[in-house]
T-cell receptor, first 113, second 116 residues
Framework: AQSVAQPEDQVNVAEGNPLTVKCTYSVSGNPYLFWYVQYPNRGLQFLLKYITGDNLVKGSYGFEAEFNKSQTSFHLKKPSALVSDSALYFCAVRPVGYSTLTFGKGTMLLVSP | DAGVIQSPRHEVTEMGQEVTLRCKPISGHNSLFWYRQTMMRGLELLIYFNNNVPIDDSGMPEDRFSAKMPNASFSTLKIQPSEPRDSAVYFC??????????????FGPGTRLLVL
């Protein structure tokens, strides 16, 4: 069975600094990987996905993620954090041939002014 | 596009009552997913439909939970009877093209359920 680990419950970063939210996965075969963001009292919003090709994926709001097959990781990054990036971030995996997503527990990102 | 629509946004009910949550997927999407989010268990998939047919309901916690999709534009999740441990945020999501891996799921705003 597939699984996703987000090892940090919370990440704190100052505005203007780079941010990284970590995600590792376990899956049989090739994975399709996703990042979603959830703002308070809102649904999940799609940020980006890795299907195939370039290991560096660019998404919404200046976010990007790097797929590393050897380390089974898909860390979310942004060069310069904004206070408005403060939210709950979910990593998700979908193995090839499956139709459903498996989500991590989520990481709360807090960006201080 | 209006996105995925869920109603009600908030529901407070007493233990033992029937609760019905509603979802309208994005027009043209033919896969629909129901999730439950709690602090303890995170985000869990309850059931998903493809072309109005339930494909995987292994996440439905027990017989008190049931879901239907009578047509491509409407789905319900029913809890009867409700219990306090059912308190959670319930999300509906939809995607196109049979839910294949290439397709992105789009989430509704959720229904916050509190069972007293």
């Amino acid at each position: 069975a597939q699984s996703v680990a987000q090892p940090e419950d919370q990440v704190n970063v100052a505005e203007g600094n780079p941010l990284t939210v970590k995600c590792t996965y376990s899956v049989s075969g090739n994975p399709y990987l996703f990042w979603y963001v959830q703002y308070p009292n809102r649904g999940l919003q799609f940020l980006l996905k890795y299907i195939t090709g370039d290991n560096l994926v660019k998404g919404s709001y200046g976010f990007e993620a790097e797929f590393n097959k050897s380390q089974t990781s898909f860390h979310l990054k942004k060069p310069s954090a904004l206070v408005s990036d403060s939210a709950l971030y979910f990593c998700a995996v979908r193995p090839v041939g499956y139709s459903t997503l498996t989500f991590g527990k989520g990481t709360m990102l807090l960006v201080s002014p | 596009d209006a996105g995925v629509i869920q109603s009600p946004r908030h529901e407070v009910t007493e233990m033992g009552q029937e609760v019905t949550l509603r979802c309208k997927p994005i027009s043209g999407h033919n896969s629909l997913f129901w999730y439950r989010q709690t602090m303890m268990r995170g985000l869990e998939l309850l059931i998903y439909f493809n072309n109005n047919v339930p494909i995987d309901d292994s996440g439905m916690p027990e017989d008190r939970f049931s879901a239907k999709m009578p047509n491509a534009s409407f789905s319900t999740l029913k809890i009867q009877p409700s219990e306090p441990r059912d308190s959670a945020v319930y999300f509906c999501a939809s995607s196109s093209s049979g839910g294949r891996a290439l397709e992105t799921q789009y989430f509704g705003p959720g229904t916050r359920l509190l069972v007293l």
